[in-house]
């Protein structure tokens, strides 16, 4: 006995996850980021550079007598308020960046947990920079906290489009919108051009070659 057709069953275990009506998605797909997430990764990346380097130096003394006192070296790492800040933007990078490698359904939009995670990032990362300013003030410190505030910027502007409120978003912060959640373009790929047509064929001369009724 020969089954039909419509008994045959698929053979690609992505079409069997499609047909249950499952979203499919394997491999690596950047094409499925938005400008956004890049600029959330980003900006931890610079996050990360400006808390290496130092923030406060203090040069050695010598004291006389064979006593001297070394120099000093402070970053962003030296304080615990800091690295966890740091450790929340790492998370909300990973977050942001994960659609590109694996679907991961969840019952709230999200983006809202990136930006929650950059908000946090944000005010912990303002309140010891602020603190900072007994010891004077520092050029590094100050490009930490900028980096953290366009992490949350951005994180923000990814999240509204998934709202989905009835409202309209006002003005520029339309443009912005649109902007931050416009695709990625696609280096490496190039453009692709249409194949030109075949050439007609040329006639060489021979008999062979003349139309018929000549």
Do not use: C, K
């Amino acid at each position: 006995m020969t089954s039909s057709g419509s008994e045959a069953t698929p053979h690609d275990p992505g079409q069997a996850a499609a047909a249950g009506g499952a979203p499919v998605h394997s491999g690596v797909d950047l094409g499925r980021l938005r400008l956004a997430d890049w600029a959330v990764a980003l900006g931890t990346l610079l996050y990360l550079v400006f808390m290496v380097l130092p923030w406060y130096s203090i040069d050695g003394f010598d004291l006389g007598s064979g006593y001297r006192i070394p120099g000093v070296s402070v970053n962003g790492f030296d304080s615990g308020t800091l690295t966890v800040a740091f450790v929340l933007l790492l998370l909300a990078s990973v977050w942001a960046l994960l659609p590109a490698f694996v679907d991961v359904a969840v019952p709230f939009p999200r983006s809202f947990l990136t930006a929650g995670l950059a908000a946090l990032a944000f005010v912990l990362t303002l309140v010891e920079w602020l603190s900072t300013f007994d010891a004077g003030f520092t050029f590094f410190g100050l490009l930490t906290f900028l980096a953290s505030a366009a992490v949350l910027a951005f994180a923000v502007l990814r999240l509204l489009p998934e709202l989905g409120g009835s409202a309209p978003v006002p003005g520029r912060l339309a443009g912005a919108t649109q902007w931050a959640n416009g695709p990625t373009p696609q280096f490496g790929r190039g453009e692709q051009h249409p194949a030109p047509p075949p050439a007609p064929p040329t006639s060489t001369g021979e008999p062979g070659d003349r139309p018929p009724g000549a």
